[in-house]
């Protein structure tokens, strides 16, 4: 958000009044906001990247949310509602996780918390798991691999439902990425909108990689 925008949240705040774009007349507005960052708002006061008033005035109950590699106790019930999600969405019946794999999805860092996990899961369901039980088979590691051997990166969908023979070869990372795009291509029935949306990119951006891999 930049300075100017700042200046307008902090004096509807303070004045508890906006005013439309073209508008004459001040509008009360009566609102209680919640925000969120991943930054260090305190950091970015110090360099000038934010407004100190708007800050303290943001800051008035803060709750620190640690992430998910830290609650593990919660990754069981948050896939168990991911899980339901996707049958509804996918016209899937998977019922449970099997104690193996839960272990395995407990000790995975999760670097990117809950949305990772959400993804994981939709991806898991949509192109690997077709029974009613999530097995660690249906996890790209296979049994005896783990979660932290696979390569993790926004460019490539966060954390990628490796093949089992892909696992421990050197192959170049364009070759993965093609692989990846390919299997949830295959998987999304070749609806684009779908496959961008699971692969946590826009539909240009895989427009863009379709069109480098040759990919139909």
């Not at 005035?57 to 709750?63: G, K, M, Q, S, T």
């Not at 949310?65 to 991911?82: A, C, G, Q, S």
């Not at 990372?173 to 946590?200: D, P, R, T």
Request: charged share 30%; glycine share 6%; net charge positive.
């Amino acid at each position: 958000m930049d300075m100017a925008m700042q200046a307008k949240i902090v004096r509807a705040l303070q004045e508890k009044k906006i005013r439309r774009v073209g508008g004459t007349e001040n509008i009360d507005v009566d609102i209680r906001l919640i925000t969120a960052t991943n930054k260090n708002l305190a950091e970015a006061v110090q360099k000038g990247d934010f407004r100190e008033d708007l800050y303290y005035r943001l800051n008035v109950v803060p709750i620190q949310l640690p992430p998910l590699r830290k609650r593990v106790e919660d990754i069981e019930p948050l896939t168990d509602h991911f899980i339901k999600e996707f049958n509804a969405a996918f016209a899937r019946n998977v019922e449970a996780v099997e104690p193996e794999a839960m272990e395995a999805l407990k000790e995975y860092p999760w670097p990117g918390n809950i949305r990772e996990l959400r993804n994981f899961i939709e991806r898991t369901i949509l192109l690997e798991c077709k029974g009613v039980l999530l097995k660690v088979e249906h996890l790209p590691f296979g049994k005896t691999t783990t979660l932290r051997d696979i390569p993790l990166g926004r460019e490539a969908g966060e954390g990628l439902p490796l093949s089992p023979q892909l696992l421990g070869q050197s192959i170049p990372l364009e070759a993965v990425e093609k692989k990846h795009i390919e299997g949830v291509m295959e998987g999304a029935k070749g609806n684009k909108n779908k496959a961008a949306q699971i692969l946590g990119i826009d539909r240009t951006t895989l427009y863009n990689k379709l069109k480098k891999y040759q990919i139909s």
